[in-house]
């Protein structure tokens, strides 16, 4: 029996999930929550298979709570179930949240239940219309062209937020110095010289999100 955790802000959506993971019965959901400050210490103290989120929660929002959840050792499945369409959060999610599934809330009934099955056997689902859009751009030359790794991309995120060199290291579980080099491949790679030219990099890019009120 596969164990899950469901956050999402709307009650009534977030049984509605609930129950549709029960239906299968191949999932039981050990506990629920609204918001990232609750979600955060639930599933750390009960360390579900699975963790379904929200992007848009209170306090806080879905993409960071990932974010801190595999920052402090969090192993399971992270799929996201959101309303956002927008292909710059579906890249921040996988690039910096490093999630096992994007499904969009319009598609639940039909693709949460792939999601996770999928993640439990080590597979990534993302909703066909994202998958489209981003096959589309992939065709247009628009996408995945920075000579980044996954790891200077994180940075680059971080540093574009206004975060220093200590609090990325911290955040990343890495050293000062080694941020540091990061940086400097950063700068060298992109051809850029200062912070600024980082941050409007990061925002062509659409590495900085902003994220609303929505669901």
Known sequence: MINAVVV???????????????????????DTATNAIDA???IMGKQPDV?????????????ELAERLRGRGYLGAIVMLTMHTELNIFKRASAIAKIDGYVLKLDASEDLMKAIMGAMNGKRFVSPAIAQEMAWQDGQAEIDDNPLSARELEVLTLVAEGHGSETIASRLKLSKRTVDNHRANIRKKLGLTNAAELTRYAIEKGLLLNLGSGT
């Open 8 to 30: 999402d802000d709307h009650v009534m959506f977030q049984q509605g999930v609930k129950a549709l993971l029960e239906e299968s019965q191949q999932i039981t959901v050990v």
């Open 51 to 63: 963790c379904v989120l929200d992007i848009s929660l209170a306090q806080g929002n879905g993409l």
């Open 40 to 42: 955060e210490r639930i």
